[in-house]
């Protein structure tokens, strides 16, 4: 189907931990899997996107796991900072459609 | 860095009205999308627009939504007899050609509907 879900809903660490979200899909033609950072009132902005001809990409403190036979994909941001807290958004897309379906979002606070 | 702009940022209207959201998407982008998101929920997709022509849209995109490109820089979404329930932010977003699935996200506008 369409639906994304994501987990958790909320998620605190203290500063300098790791966080992880997990997100799983079940329509198998999807192929691109990008990731939204939230910040309260503004934009999504996209922080990291995974193509399915890879299973992992990282960026700095940011890094993307995509397992395609489990139809999951997770998000994993390491020493994080208060500046990280924000609301992030999975989400999936796939060749031949141009709408991203997106994850129910998960509040992340960094303690400091 | 070049950035996807939005207007209003704020726009109020009584049900019924109709109302015009314009954007300027990237300008050497190709795609251009409308999401909505209710307050607290989800970001969801309302339609993609490429060579002058929609080219996907969702349920939520009803004959009371419509998408224009009236000149080689805007974008707009109109709803032409708003209702209680579309009160959101709509996020106007676009990607470019050879990159399709990237899309970049303008700041939103609020919509109001009382």
């Known amino acids: 189907g369409e639906n994304v879900e994501q987990h958790p809903s909320t998620l605190s660490v203290q500063e300098g931990d790791s966080a992880v979200i997990k997100c799983t899909y079940s329509?198998?033609?999807?192929?691109?899997f990008p990731w939204y950072k939230q910040e309260l009132g503004k934009r999504p902005q996209l922080i990291i996107d995974?193509?399915?001809?890879?299973g992992e990409k990282k960026d700095q403190r940011i890094a993307v796991t995509l397992n395609k036979t489990a139809k999951h994909f997770s998000l994993h941001i390491t020493e994080t900072q208060p500046e990280d807290s924000a609301v992030y958004f999975c989400?999936?897309?796939?060749?031949?459609?141009?709408?991203?379906?997106f994850g129910t979002g998960t509040r992340l606070t960094v303690i400091p | 860095e070049p950035e996807v702009t939005q207007t209003p940022s704020h726009q109020v209207t009584q049900m019924g009205q109709e109302v015009i959201l314009r954007c300027v998407p990237i300008?050497?982008?190709?795609?251009f999308y409308w999401y909505r998101q209710i307050l607290g929920q989800k970001v969801e997709f309302l339609v993609s627009?490429?060579?002058?022509?929609?080219?996907?849209k969702s349920e939520i995109f009803d004959d009371q939504f419509s998408v224009e490109r009236p000149d080689g820089s805007n974008f707009t979404l109109k709803i032409r007899s708003t209702k209680l329930e579309d009160s959101a932010m709509y996020f106007c977003?676009?990607?470019?050609?050879?990159?399709?699935?990237?899309?970049?996200f303008g700041p939103g506008t609020r919509l109001t509907v009382t």
């Open positions: 977003a676009s990607g470019r050609l050879g990159a399709t699935y990237e899309q970049y």
């Open positions: 329509d198998s033609a999807s192929n691109y």
């Open positions: 995974i193509r399915s001809n890879v």
């Open positions: 989400a999936r897309g796939k060749t031949g459609a141009n709408n991203l379906f």
């Open positions: 300008s050497n982008h190709l795609y």
């Open positions: 627009f490429y060579n002058n022509e929609i080219s996907e």
